[in-house]
């Protein structure tokens, strides 16, 4: 009986374990669906627009300011091409032997005559002294082809000997003479053979490249050394059809040697000299549309082939916005410029600028010519820190974009 009871009593605590376990579900469920829907409602709240106050920038007393102008200069194109030499030679070998000496180095200038490499010349001087032993022996019996003739000569006056005798000894001398010949030709193919064997340079220059080394073999027409000529440096540079009504042959332009970055303390190039259109290929790149102009340079220290070079091609004049370095502030990339308006009210406008001048001979600030963001005639603030760094500055350099 008490054992029933207990029975009794855990199954209804069971129940109502179960029973608050489901409420709870229940009212949890309720509570996130709630604050889901306020969410919701809370996200699609749209802010209704309107205009905010901003508060004017106005210039002050004493401030500098600068007008924008438009003045008109004589501009110029770039062209980009690469130094290549005019006369230059690959140095090989006309016989077949082995390279015994090699007597220059990349970069090493030579002059003509110069011997450059040495070949072996053991074979060679072996077929030379054969040529001269086979000259001798033809030598002798012409000698002797040419006493028997006139001896021959005597005898067939006295009809002491026959006419076809006498005609065998003229054949005879005739061959020994043509022998000769042919032994002389020997020796002397011969002994150009052996000349061959010291290889001399045929113009003076520098040595580009050793493509061989003691101990190969040279081969007739295989490259043992490839040598150019500094003078006969020349730009080769391709040039787009727009730009070929403004140059010919003949005239001088500038032309810059080095990296477009590398710039000395007054903003140049790292070499400049003027060169002269010497060529122009009639005939266009179909894939580029451009004309390739040989421009030859005068002989300068410093300039070796393969090296980088811009010419600049004059287009005329071109009217462009000019404005005082000062008046800019760079964040980043961004440039900006404070425009005044209404007499005295300040604008920020971004801009876009280009090249960059040098002081004039008045002392004015540097002046950068602007692309965009700006008109001829409007006045801009100058920023007082720009100023001063600026009268500070004794040496302010050329810089291009």
Not at 101 to 106: F, S
Request: charged content about 25%; proline content about 4%; some cysteine.
């Amino acid at each position: 009986m008490k054992r029933g009871w207990i029975a009794a009593a855990w199954d209804w605590a069971g129940t109502l374990l179960l029973w608050a376990v489901g409420i709870a579900i229940l009212v949890a469920s309720v509570v996130v669906a709630t604050k889901a829907v306020s969410i919701s409602v809370t996200w699609n709240k749209k802010i209704p627009p309107g205009e905010a106050p901003i508060e004017p920038r106005l210039l002050l007393d004493g401030a500098q300011t600068d007008e924008v102008h438009e003045v008109a200069k004589d501009d110029t194109e770039e062209a980009v091409g690469t130094l290549r030499a005019a006369n230059r030679s690959e140095v090989s070998s006309r016989v077949m032997a082995r390279i015994t000496k090699i007597n220059v180095v990349a970069g090493q200038e030579v002059a003509k005559g110069d011997v450059l490499v040495l070949l072996d010349d053991v074979d060679l001087q072996a077929q030379l002294r054969q040529a001269q032993a086979s000259l001798a022996a033809a030598e002798a019996e012409r000698d002797q082809a040419e006493i028997t003739l006139r001896r021959d000569a005597s005898l067939v006056k006295t009809n002491a000997i026959s006419q076809s005798q006498y005609d065998r000894s003229l054949s005879s001398a005739k061959v020994a003479r043509n022998n000769v010949q042919r032994a002389q030709s020997a020796v002397a193919e011969a002994q150009k053979r052996l000349s061959d064997a010291t290889i001399r340079a045929s113009q003076a220059g520098v040595v580009v490249d050793r493509l061989a080394e003691p101990g190969n073999m040279a081969v007739p027409g295989q490259p043992l050394l490839v040598l150019y000529d500094p003078g006969s440096l020349r730009l080769e540079v391709p040039v787009v059809e727009s730009l070929l009504d403004k140059i010919k042959r003949g005239d001088k332009v500038k032309v810059l040697i080095g990296s477009s970055k590398k710039e000395d303390e007054n903003g140049k190039a790292h070499k400049e000299v003027i060169g002269t259109v010497e060529h122009i290929v009639p005939q266009a790149e179909a894939a580029s549309r451009s004309f390739l102009v040989k421009i030859a340079l005068p002989r300068s220290e410093g300039l070796i082939e393969g090296l980088f070079g811009r010419v600049e091609i004059p287009i005329g004049p071109r009217k462009h916005l000019c404005l005082a370095e000062a008046a800019i502030e760079r964040i980043g990339q961004l440039e900006m410029v404070d425009v005044v308006v209404d007499g005295n009210r300040l604008q920020r406008r971004l801009i876009k600028t280009g090249r960059t001048g040098q002081w004039t001979p008045q002392g004015q600030p540097l002046r950068v010519e602007v692309l965009s963001g700006l008109d001829a005639k409007e006045k801009v603030l100058l920023r007082p820190d720009k100023l001063a760094q600026q009268k500070n500055c004794t040496n302010c350099p050329v810089t291009k974009p």
